[in-house]
Nanobody
């Protein structure tokens, strides 16, 4: 099992910045991907950004140039969010995938990000 835990959400004004962090516990040697998803009220959960072993990253078009995903260690991932917009308001979830359980997603409980206009 792998259990991600998020931290760093909060309330910020439009144009501001926040940094989210996630640390996963469990069989961390098998982690091969970590990323961030978000879900706004009434909307489906969507990919924000992710980073695989080797450093390959992917981003949603809506956050390119504003958000940066990084892995500081095998079991940690961060999301630096700059120039935040009210439409970035959502619950942000850390997602982890492993070689131990291919095709299975492990999710954190989420952290709220609220951007006021």
């Amino acid at each position: 099992q792998v259990q991600p835990v998020e931290s760093g959400g909060g309330l910020v004004q439009a144009g501001g910045s926040l940094r989210l962090s996630c640390a996963a516990s469990g069989i961390i040697s098998s982690i091969n991907y970590m990323g961030w998803y978000r879900q706004a009220p009434g909307k489906q959960r969507e990919l924000v950004a992710g980073i695989a072993d080797g450093g390959r990253t992917n981003y949603a078009d809506s956050v390119k140039g504003r958000f940066t995903v990084d892995r500081d260690a095998k079991n940690t991932v961060s999301l630096q969010m700059n120039n935040l917009k009210p439409e970035d308001t959502a619950v942000y979830y850390c997602n982890t995938r492993t070689t131990w359980a291919p095709g299975r997603d492990f999710w954190g409980r989420g952290t709220q990000v609220t951007v006021s206009s």
